[in-house]
């Protein structure tokens, strides 16, 4: 109908709502037929009619409740019902949402149309369409303050209903907005802004005792989260302000009245929420996902549904031209768990022409991008069971290779000499020797080499007096620092905490006020040295005064070794080995010895041949018993140690005196 005819109407011919499946079920193939080329005249031309033509259907003629039955229809289509899905009737649902988009971009006044059930509805009509989320952005951003007023008032009577003792009436609530949640990001953020509302999911759910009351709020909480994530940047930081509400809600409580288990455990939402926030995000809120783990209970884990399968009654086996293998209906149990509308026979069709390809067959599925002959076939097409007649069977069992020949070339097998001059036979056949090689034929090179050697020996004189390395630093053994040859640290070396305490009590001791927090303080001559002594930054040495303030134990323990021992001692204690005038052995004897050799006798050993400094040693005579005694401590340790302890001294001694060894 051209653009004149149509001016000619004051008003659009009505256009019939879409019946119930009970009605459709009853006509007639050819009557289904001419009425859908009625729907899709009429609708196309509803599309191409003025303004005014199109707001006065809608307002006031049969649009409104022809997109009404049509999204409901859909919405609630049966298994086994299908009429709405030929190639005509998708046809015809596509131009019935080209018809919405037009009523929510150009009327004003939609009535009926603006409505959370219809809503729900077109977003279960067309859960897979990719227009479908365009065109809700398109509707929040023209009727915001509509739609946000509708959610508002929605969320209040779920509120109220999720208060009362017996909260199992708002599932069927639930049922309707679940779809708009999942399908816009605005509206989930709308939901979920606050906490009032997810208060009384928590409440409810320790209440009701329903599993399917359960199940409706967890995935309602489920959805309002994870779409709250999709939408703007700032929604996470929301949606962690939730997440610790709900932990510190529910933290000790069992699993099973746990609403932040059920959550964890049978939803994946730790998954989308790692996903979604990405490795940049911030560290409170990975500690959080991670804490997060620990509440998921397998006691609760809900069974998941199972697909439909294809066992028929019989020797429980499908077949679109053949046997069906059990490869080939693992294929089609896998599309099937995502389009659970469509028919096995259907999909064994599109295996068929996508050579058995279960991600490409996806992948067009999502996209509606089948090529015509298959988007002409009838989707809900079952495969025909295939029933073996018992001789064929027997037939089946006769004996044959195992496992069976492969027409497949076998991958030839490869090594490193592939290619080289034996391979190609190239080789130099002079080269080539059975058994060990015959040393006859190298006598030459043989004698050359035992003249090298003789010359060599000759070269060598044995009288060379050569520099003795017995003691080199690399063959003693041990590593000797030689700018600290005794072992002790140098000025570079880290203060201890120890020390770093010591020091920072005894300026609490004297100045408290030093460990302020102001500004004058932390400019001051004195924090400037303190700093300096312990290398602490001043937030450390504020923090330290404040922890010691905390705890009492360790102020009794500064305050103990700070009185025991103030770093002087005026005498130090023998401790080296003495022999008794009884001519016991003893340590730290105070008796005084008289004719040892070295005069004064001190701490540890003395230098030279003196021994130990007093007493006997080991070259003295053999008749004295001091004697044997020094012999048996020089034999101790040998077993275990050898001479290692007297090549370390000697390095460390030759180190001091600045020689290399």
Not at 180 to 208: C, E, H, N, P, W
Not at 358 to 380: G, I, K, Y
Not at 462 to 479: I, L, M, N, P
Request: net charge neutral; with cysteine.
């Amino acid at each position: 109908m051209s653009a004149k005819q149509q001016q000619g109407f004051t008003t659009l011919p009505p256009l019939a709502a879409i019946p119930p499946s009970s009605v459709r079920l009853s006509l007639e193939s050819a009557e289904w037929e001419a009425c859908l080329d009625a729907w899709i005249t009429l609708a196309e031309i509803y599309l191409a009619s003025t303004t005014t033509q199109f707001q006065q259907s809608l307002t006031k003629g049969s649009l409104s409740p022809y997109l009404r039955s049509h999204c409901h229809e859909l919405a609630h289509i049966e298994q086994s019902d299908g009429l709405l899905r030929t190639p005509k009737a998708r046809a015809l649902s596509r131009t019935t949402l080209a018809l919405v988009r037009r009523a929510f971009l150009e009327v004003n006044d939609l009535g009926s149309l603006l409505d959370l059930e219809f809503l729900s509805e077109l977003c279960r009509a067309y859960l897979r369409s990719s227009r479908l989320p365009d065109l809700l952005e398109s509707i929040w951003k023209r009727k915001a303050m509509a739609v946000e007023k509708l959610l508002q008032s929605s969320k209040q009577g779920l509120i109220r209903i999720l208060d009362t003792p017996t909260p199992d009436a708002v599932e069927s609530q639930l049922a309707v907005l679940a779809p708009i949640l999942r399908m816009s990001s605005q509206v989930a953020t709308v939901i979920m802004t606050g906490s009032d509302l997810l208060d009384s999911f928590v409440a409810a759910y320790t209440k009701t005792t329903t599993e399917r009351t359960r199940k409706a709020i967890v995935m309602t909480v489920y959805l309002g989260l994870t779409g709250s994530l999709s939408g703007a940047a700032g929604n996470s930081a929301m949606v962690a302000d939730h997440l610790y509400s709900l932990k510190t809600q529910l933290e000790g409580r069992p699993p099973n009245q746990s609403l932040l288990a059920d959550l964890v455990t049978n939803t994946p939402f730790l998954a989308k929420l790692q996903h979604s926030v990405g490795e940049k995000s911030p560290e409170r809120l990975m500690k959080l996902i991670e804490s997060l783990e620990t509440f998921r209970a397998p006691s609760i884990a809900r069974t998941k549904k199972r697909s439909r399968s294809l066992r028929k009654p019989g020797n429980g086996k499908a077949d679109h031209h053949d046997e069906l293998h059990m490869h080939r209906m693992s294929l089609v149990t896998q599309v099937q768990d995502l389009f659970p509308d469509l028919g096995s026979g259907f999909v064994m069709r599109l295996l068929d022409a996508y050579d058995d390809d279960v991600e490409q067959v996806t992948a067009h599925l999502l996209d509606n991008s089948l090529s015509p002959h298959l988007d002409s076939l009838d989707r809900t097409e079952q495969s025909v069971p295939h029933r073996v007649d018992p001789q064929q069977a027997i037939d089946h069992l006769a004996p044959r290779s195992t496992p069976p020949p492969s027409t497949h070339q076998l991958p030839s097998r490869r090594n490193v000499y592939d290619n080289d001059d034996l391979d190609r036979l190239e080789f130099d056949t002079s080269r080539l020797h059975m058994g060990k090689k015959d040393k006859v034929a190298d006598v030459s090179t043989s004698t050359g080499n035992k003249a090298a050697i003789l010359s060599a020996l000759a070269a060598f004189d044995s009288d060379d007096d050569e520099r003795d390395d017995t003691y080199d630093v690399e063959d003693v053994g041990g590593t000797v620092d030689t700018a600290h040859p005794d072992g002790e640290p140098g000025p570079a070396a880290k203060v201890t905490q120890e020390e770093n305490d010591a020091a920072l009590f005894t300026a609490y001791k004297d100045r408290p006020e030093l460990f302020g927090r102001t500004q004058d303080v932390r400019r001051g001559q004195a924090r400037a040295a303190l700093k300096k002594e312990t290398g602490m930054t001043d937030e450390a040495i504020e923090g330290w005064a404040i922890m010691l303030q905390r705890d009492p134990r360790r102020l009794r323990k500064l305050e103990t070794q700070s009185s025991a021992f103030d770093g002087r001692q005026a005498d130090v204690a023998r401790t080296a080995y003495r022999d008794s005038p009884a001519g016991t052995e003893t340590e730290d004897s105070d008796v005084p010895q008289e004719n040892v050799r070295g005069g004064f006798v001190g701490r540890g050993r003395g230098r030279g041949r003196g021994g130990r400094g007093g007493g006997a040693s080991v070259a003295g005579p053999s008749s004295d018993p001091a004697t044997a005694n020094a012999q048996r401590r020089k034999e101790a340790s040998k077993g275990s140690r050898a001479n290692h302890n007297r090549r370390d001294g000697r390095a460390r001694k030759m180190a001091r005196g600045g020689f290399p060894g």
